[in-house]
């Protein structure tokens, strides 16, 4: 499962030119489709040919780094069977490396001086960790699911485990004994609330989805301290007691992806909102200028298209004629990807970069401070 810790590790690497090959390719699902696999790699690596002015050379894979991916996936790939893969090779840094991801992502293959991480940010925003707890009156399940794996994340809580000072219940009037389950219920969903803070704060916040009966969902949503009721992400409705593992993941999945989309709606409504007081700019030219001033706080990004432009090797201003900065064209070299140069950029300056389906003009970015008129 890929982290933002990884992602941090791979944007350490750095090659003297750009020799790093990044290439993210989908597995078929069916074995029979890796037959054709080498010969869909061959194509994706023309699509990395760069030619022109910046370039020191002409730059295309290198046969070493071919003959690694090639090796990577022939021993790999029947265990990832219908996952997008991504591959780092570099043979002058002795770098080759498979990561297999947890949801489909945009093919491409990619040389520069260092990794290509756009595709690897949007695995974790798409397919992020999250934990699931099935609940009903008297039981608890809480899940982890990671990678569209499912593990156990607590051992199964039911009602008695823990004492509440239940001594009287035996000896109830029949009256009351509804009122004492209601109640014993409420203990339930107290105690489930305890566990699922216990692991988010074990491991982390992560989203949270509820399942199990209608009615139990509010009851154990109206428990739920605020720091877990701003991880809830989402419900499904199911008799807890006729759920699998499998069944669980599938149903929480869908919830996750309508949370997605839902969040990816409402970042885009929200920054359409924002007031015209110069803190937010849109299209490339006005986000390349915000991130060479490390004025960017959120940059919303697409998922697909790669625009080639020029980084200064001085100052590291981006700009896509190379004279964007006092230095000149003489110190440009070229970089086969200025959004994925202005989202690293970003995240260096401790900014956000979120991936949308079509970000407002392009691509857009909400900034620490106005710039210049000139600038946007
Ligand atoms: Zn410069």
């Not at 409402?266 to 920054?271: G, N």
Request: one cysteine or more; a neutral charge.
């Amino acid at each position: 499962m890929i982290s933002r810790a990884e992602v941090e590790k791979l944007l350490e690497v750095r090659a003297a030119g750009p020799s790093l090959l990044s290439l993210y390719v989908q597995v078929p699902l069916d074995p029979a489709g890796l037959r054709g696999l080498a010969a869909h790699i061959g194509e994706l690596f023309a699509l990395a040919v760069r030619d022109g002015p910046g370039a020191p050379a002409a730059v295309r894979v290198r046969a070493a780094d071919a003959q690694a991916v090639r090796g990577l996936l022939a021993s790999g790939a029947r265990d990832w069977l219908g996952h997008t893969v991504a591959v780092f090779a570099c043979a002058e840094l002795g770098l080759a490396e498979a990561i297999p991801l947890p949801c489909p992502l945009p093919e491409r293959a990619v040389l520069a001086a260092r990794p290509h991480v756009r595709p690897l940010l949007l695995a974790i925003q798409r397919c992020p960790a999250y934990r699931v707890a099935v609940a009903d009156r008297r039981h608890t399940w809480l899940f982890s699911i990671a990678g569209g794996q499912i593990s156990t994340a607590a051992l199964p809580l039911a009602e008695g485990m823990r004492s509440h000072g239940f001594s009287g219940w035996y000896g109830l009037q029949a009256h009351r004994v509804n009122e004492r389950i209601i109640q014993l219920a409420r203990h339930h969903y107290r105690d489930t609330a305890a566990l699922i803070e216990q692991a988010s704060r074990a491991s982390g916040p992560e989203p949270l989805v509820l399942g199990g009966h209608q009615d139990t969902i509010p009851q154990l949503l109206a428990v739920l301290p605020p720091g877990l009721r701003d991880q809830f992400a989402g419900s499904f409705a199911a008799d807890p007691h006729t759920l699998t593992p499998a069944k669980v993941r599938d149903l929480a999945s869908h919830v996750i992806q309508d949370w997605q989309t839902a969040h990816d709606q409402h970042a885009a409504a929200e920054f359409r909102q924002e007031p015209p007081d110069g803190r937010t700019v849109t299209g490339l030219n006005a986000c390349l200028a915000a991130a060479n001033r490390h004025a960017i706080r959120l940059l919303l990004v697409p998922a697909g298209g790669l625009v080639p432009g020029y980084a200064c090797q001085q100052c590291g201003a981006l700009s896509s004629t190379g004279d964007g900065c006092p230095h000149g064209t003489a110190q440009s070299l070229a970089v086969p990807d200025l959004i994925e140069e202005a989202a690293v950029a970003t995240l260096t300056d401790h900014g956000r970069v979120r991936t949308l389906p079509d970000p407002p003009g392009g691509i857009a970015a909400r900034l620490r401070y106005p710039l210049p008129d000139q600038l946007r």
